[in-house]
C-alpha cells in the first residue's frame, strides 16, 4: 500500500532521489518523476507497464520555463499558452536536446503542459526540475480521478500519492500539435474543444489517425480507458436493456434515471456536460468494482465536450452499437 498524504516536502524528497509520486492535476492524478533523469522515468513505465514506444507528458512550472525544453515556439502558440495555461491542454513542440528520447519515444516533439492544480503546481515550483507524468494507471485501465483511485491500482507498485482530492476537471488534457503552416492540429480531444481553440488560434484541424502515422499518441492506441467488465456503449438503452435481462448490468447515463433495478451512475443531475467529464472515470471505476456481468454507458451528444467523452467511452467500449 502507498502513503496517501498531503504533505508536499515528501513528495518533494522522494522526487529528488529518482523515486515516483503520484501527483494531482485538474484531469486525472499522473504518476510523477524527474524528467531530466533516466532512472526515474524507467521506474514510469514499469510501474505502469508501459510501452516504452508510448511518450510522456512534460510538466512544467510556468511558461518562462518552456524555452529550456523546446527548441521552437510557434507564435500561435503563445496565444494558445496566454489563455489555457495553466490548464488541460498539453502542446506538441520541437524538444531542446536536454529533453531525452526515452521520454518522446523518439520523437522530435515533445509534449508539454502547465497543470492547474494548486498542489501539484506548488510543487513544481519547488523543484529544480519539470516532471514527466503519465495518468497514474495501470497502461490500458481506467484512469485515476482520486488518490482512491490510484492506491486500488498501483498502491503496490509506489510509495507515495499525494493528495489533493477529486480532479475538477476528470478527463486527460486536449493535445494539440501544429501543422506546417502553424495550423493547430488536435491529437487527443478532451475538455478544452476544437471550437476553443478555433476561438483563440483562428483556425483548427482534428486529427485522424492512419496506420503509417509518424506522430504516435494516445488518441492512437484503440483500447484505452478500459474497465475490466465488458462495457458496451450504445444510443439505444432500452434495446440493450431489454436483451439482457438475465444479466447484472450497471448503466452510465448524462442525465436519464431508468426504472430499472440494475446498478445506475447518472453524470449530471442537471445534463451539465462539464460535470458530467468530472465523473466518467469515477462510474466507471465504481461500476467496474461491482463485478458486474456488463457496464452500459449511454452515448453523449457528439458536441463540446460531448466529443471527448464519446472518443474516452469509445476506447473504453467492448462493443459500440449504435441504431
Ligand atoms: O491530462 C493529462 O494529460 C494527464 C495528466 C497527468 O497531466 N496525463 C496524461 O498522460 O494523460 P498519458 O501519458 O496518460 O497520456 C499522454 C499521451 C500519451 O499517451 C502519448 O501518446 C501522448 O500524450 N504524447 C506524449 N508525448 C507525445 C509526443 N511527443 N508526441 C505525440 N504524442 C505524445
Ligand atoms: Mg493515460
Redesign the pocket.
Known sequence: MALIDTNLDIAYDLLTTSEIVA?P?E??????GNALDLSAIDKIFIAKN?PRT????V?ISGIDELNKYVRYIPDISLKLTEKFWPG?L?I?FP?SDVISSE???N?P???I?I?QHPVTLRLLKMLPFPLV?????PSGYI?PTSAQHVQAQLGDKIKYILDGGPCT?G???T?I?FDDDETPVI??K?IITPDDIKKIAGKVKIHTSHAHDK???????LSHYSPKTLLYLTNDLEVILSKNKDKRIGIITLQRKFNTDFEQYVLSEKGDQEEAAKNLYAAMHYLDSLDLDLIVAEMFPDEGIGLAINDRLRRAADEVLIN
Open positions: 501527483i492535476t484531469t486525472v492524478y499522473g504518476l510523477a508501459r508510448n511518450p510522456l507528458i510538466h488541460p498539453t506538441l524538444k521520454v518522446t519515444a520523437q516533439t515533445v509534449a503542459r497543470p507524468a503519465p495518468s497514474a494507471n484512469s476537471k478527463i486527460e488534457s493535445i500539435g491529437y487527443r478532451g506522430v504516435v499518441t494516445a488518441g492512437m492506441s
